[in-house]
């Protein structure tokens, strides 16, 4: 169905403070803002606004009881300097699984990509051109009812905001196994975008970076033997020629980069296993000469190299060239920049119209 989304614009943009070329991620935001509330039963008010803050009751339900989810995508420029999308479905997809899970009602997937588009529409101008960049952007939603009782709120909001994005890592990262703390359980909500996953990892991912780590390797909840993520991302790994990464089974993440990246590997004659890894399988595969290369994957990361594990006494080291993984990456970038062709039809242009100012 066709909406009508009210647009009210900002009377200055904020853009010239900011160099959007040289911006880390979540520092700078764009002007506007997408915003839909719910109440009665029923998603209403779809709107632009510029960007600003939201007053909060003290009750507000997300505060006490943690019903919040969110997506992370990225825009990026085509070769005639129109915004492009990297796979939006997916992402109204995957932030309605969140919400079933976290007993939050289902965003309409057409009002999500039409408000998207819109809002693409009008923050064109903030999409950074430098290599590695992009504008990221967060949809998220979360419960705004006041009220304190243990039950799904009635009131919620979803919300469209972008924050021009430079590179994450600007080389191989290096990972801690962890083996005390968990990220998640199966039956849990590690396989929803929920925003307490992130607030359980904060802790350990900080006393790895006291150890000389970058991110956590997060391991199953039981045994402490099943990789499951790295950091916010999903884990790769090639042993003796063929590539494998977790099987999504309740407690990860299904990531959309993760997929981009299964069906590139494939793509280019790869053999691609979803299943369960052990440490013990890394660390044979380490102690024979067979672990070849390793990458974290996800939305605002991309692609990062990994280049040493740490688990319990050893350091897994692994080789300084990454040629599958580079190239990997580099299909990846050249796709979101229309610099190659898109067969897999993962490019979403977003039309600009005469009342946008290009």
Not at 100 to 122: H, N, T, V, W
Not at 222 to 246: C, H, S
């Amino acid at each position: 169905m066709s909406y009508t989304i009210k647009e009210t614009r900002a009377t200055t943009s904020r853009i010239n403070e900011v160099d959007i070329n040289n911006s880390v991620m979540g520092h700078a935001f764009t002007d506007h803002m997408f915003i839909c509330d719910y109440e009665d039963g029923q998603w209403k008010n779809p709107r632009i606004e510029p960007l600003h803050e939201i007053p909060t009751h003290p009750a507000a339900m997300a505060l006490h009881y943690g019903q919040a989810i969110f997506e992370g995508m990225k825009a990026t420029l085509g070769k005639d300097g129109s915004p492009l999308l990297f796979r939006p479905d997916e992402n109204a997809k995957r932030l309605n699984f969140s919400a079933d899970r976290m007993g939050m009602p289902l965003f309409p997937e057409d009002l999500f990509m039409e408000g998207l588009k819109r809002f693409m529409a009008i923050e064109h101008n903030w999409i950074p051109t430098s290599e590695g960049s992009a504008l990221y952007l967060r949809p998220f939603m979360y419960a705004d009812e006041a009220f304190i009782g243990m039950r799904a709120a009635t009131k919620y909001k979803f919300i469209i905001f972008a924050s021009p994005a430079g590179p994450f890592f600007s080389k191989p990262i290096k990972l801690w196994a962890e083996t005390k703390f968990i990220r998640a359980a199966n039956g849990g909500t590690g396989e929803a975008k929920a925003a307490g996953n992130y607030a359980a990892a904060i802790r350990p991912t900080e006393i790895a970076r006291t150890k000389g780590y970058d991110q956590v390797l997060w391991l199953d909840a039981r045994d402490f033997e099943y990789v499951q993520e790295v950091g916010t991302m999903n884990f790769f790994l090639k042993i003796a020629g063929k590539w494998i990464t977790p099987n999504l089974g309740g407690s990860i993440l299904a990531g959309i980069t993760r997929m981009s990246v299964i069906d590139l590997l494939r793509d280019k004659g790869f053999e691609v296993e979803e299943r369960p890894i052990t440490m013990q399988e890394i660390v044979g595969a380490f102690e024979n000469g067979t672990l070849e290369e390793a990458f974290g994957a996800g939305t605002a990361v991309g692609i990062a190299m990994v280049e040493e594990i740490g688990y319990k006494d050893m350091k897994i080291k692994f080789p300084a060239e990454n040629p599958v993984s580079e190239d990997v990456k580099q299909t990846l970038e050249k796709i979101k920049h229309q610099e190659i062709e898109d067969k897999f039809g993962w490019i979403v242009p977003v039309e600009l119209d005469a009342s946008v100012n290009a």
